[in-house]
C-alpha cells in the first residue's frame, strides 16, 4: 500500500515516534529501523518519520536518549559476560567421560544465538540504512530540482510582468498625447469656424451707399448694383 499521508503531526504521534526511537536504541538497533515501523503504523514514510525527528522531537529527549545509549551499553556488557562465561568444549579424550547428546546441545545453542545471528542482523541494518540514505539524498536532490526550476520559472514570468508594465506606461502616455492633440485640433475649428461666422454677418449687415445727381448719398437695397 502507498504511503500517501501528509497532514499534521499530532502530540500522541510524536510520543509513539519517540517511544519507539528510545526503544530501538535500547535494544541496540537503529533509528531506520524505528522510523519504518512508525511509518507503517501512522501510514507515512520512513524519511518523513526521521525528517520529524530531527527536526522536532530529538531535541526534546536529550536525557532519555543519553539514558537508552547507557542502558545499551549495560545490556552490550551483560551480553559479552554472558557468551564469556560459556565453557569452551575441550578436546575429546579416549580416557576421559563422552558428554551425551543431551549434554552436547546445552552449550552450542548458547553460543550461537548470542554471536551469528547478533552479527548478521548488524550488517542487514548497515545495508538497509545506507540505502535508505541513498534514497534520501536522491529525494532531495529532486526536490532541489524542482525548486531550481520553479525559480527559474519565476524570474521569467517576473521579467514578462515588467515588459507588460513597461509597454502600458508607455501606451497611456501615447494616449494623452493624442487626447491633447485632438483637444488642439478641435480648439482650432472651433476658432475657424467662429471667424468664418463673423465674416459672413459682416458681409450680409454692411449697408451700400450712392451719390445722386444733386450731390446727395443715398442707401443702396441689397442686392441692389
Given at each position: 500500500?502507498?504511503?500517501?499521508?501528509?497532514?499534521?503531526?499530532?502530540?500522541?504521534?510524536?510520543?509513539?515516534?519517540?517511544?519507539t526511537?528510545?526503544?530501538?536504541?535500547?535494544?541496540?538497533?537503529?533509528?531506520?529501523?524505528?522510523?519504518?515501523?512508525v511509518?507503517?503504523?501512522?501510514?507515512?514514510?520512513?524519511?518523513?518519520?526521521?525528517?520529524?525527528?530531527?527536526?522536532?522531537?530529538?531535541?526534546k529527549y536529550?536525557?532519555?536518549?543519553?539514558?537508552?545509549?547507557?542502558?545499551?551499553?549495560?545490556?552490550?556488557?551483560?551480553?559479552?559476560?554472558?557468551?564469556?562465561?560459556?565453557?569452551?568444549?575441550?578436546?575429546?579424550?579416549?580416557?576421559?567421560?563422552?558428554?551425551?547428546?543431551?549434554?552436547e546441545?546445552?552449550d552450542?545453542p548458547?553460543?550461537q544465538?548470542?554471536?551469528?545471528?547478533?552479527?548478521?542482523?548488524?550488517l542487514d541494518?548497515?545495508?538497509?540504512?545506507?540505502?535508505?540514505?541513498?534514497?534520501?539524498?536522491?529525494?532531495?536532490?529532486?526536490?532541489?530540482?524542482?525548486?531550481?526550476?520553479?525559480?527559474s520559472?519565476?524570474?521569467?514570468l517576473?521579467?514578462?510582468?515588467?515588459?507588460l508594465?513597461?509597454?502600458?506606461a508607455?501606451?497611456?502616455?501615447?494616449?494623452?498625447?493624442?487626447?491633447?492633440?485632438y483637444?488642439?485640433?478641435i480648439?482650432?475649428?472651433?476658432?475657424?469656424?467662429?471667424?468664418?461666422?463673423f465674416?459672413?454677418?459682416?458681409?450680409?449687415s454692411?449697408?451700400?451707399f450712392?451719390?445722386?445727381?444733386?450731390?446727395?448719398?443715398?442707401?443702396?437695397?441689397?442686392?441692389?448694383?
Amino acid at each position: 500500500m502507498v504511503k500517501v499521508r501528509q497532514d499534521a503531526w499530532s502530540h500522541e504521534d510524536d510520543l509513539l515516534l519517540a517511544e519507539t526511537v528510545l526503544r530501538h536504541i535500547r535494544e541496540g538497533s537503529t533509528q531506520l529501523n524505528a522510523f519504518e515501523e512508525v511509518g507503517d503504523h501512522l501510514n507515512r514514510t520512513s524519511a518523513a518519520c526521521g525528517f520529524r525527528w530531527n527536526a522536532e522531537v530529538r531535541n526534546k529527549y536529550d536525557n532519555a536518549i543519553d539514558l537508552a545509549k547507557r542502558q545499551r551499553k549495560e545490556r552490550k556488557r551483560a551480553l559479552n559476560k554472558t557468551v564469556q562465561a560459556v565453557p569452551k568444549a575441550n578436546p575429546i579424550d579416549s580416557s576421559e567421560h563422552i558428554p551425551s547428546q543431551q549434554e552436547e546441545t546445552v552449550d552450542e545453542p548458547v553460543v550461537q544465538t548470542n554471536l551469528e545471528p547478533t552479527a548478521t542482523f548488524n550488517l542487514d541494518t548497515v545495508i538497509k540504512y545506507l540505502k535508505s540514505l541513498k534514497k534520501e539524498l536522491y529525494t532531495s536532490n529532486q526536490s532541489k530540482s524542482s525548486l531550481q526550476s520553479l525559480e527559474s520559472e519565476n524570474s521569467s514570468l517576473q521579467t514578462k510582468v515588467e515588459e507588460l508594465q513597461k509597454k502600458l506606461a508607455d501606451t497611456e502616455q501615447q494616449l494623452q498625447a493624442m487626447k491633447e492633440d485632438y483637444q488642439t485640433f478641435i480648439q482650432i475649428m472651433d476658432r475657424a469656424r467662429k471667424m468664418t461666422v463673423f465674416e459672413d454677418t459682416n458681409l450680409v449687415s454692411s449697408p451700400s451707399f450712392r451719390m445722386d445727381k444733386n450731390g446727395n448719398l443715398e442707401q443702396l437695397a441689397q442686392g441692389s448694383n
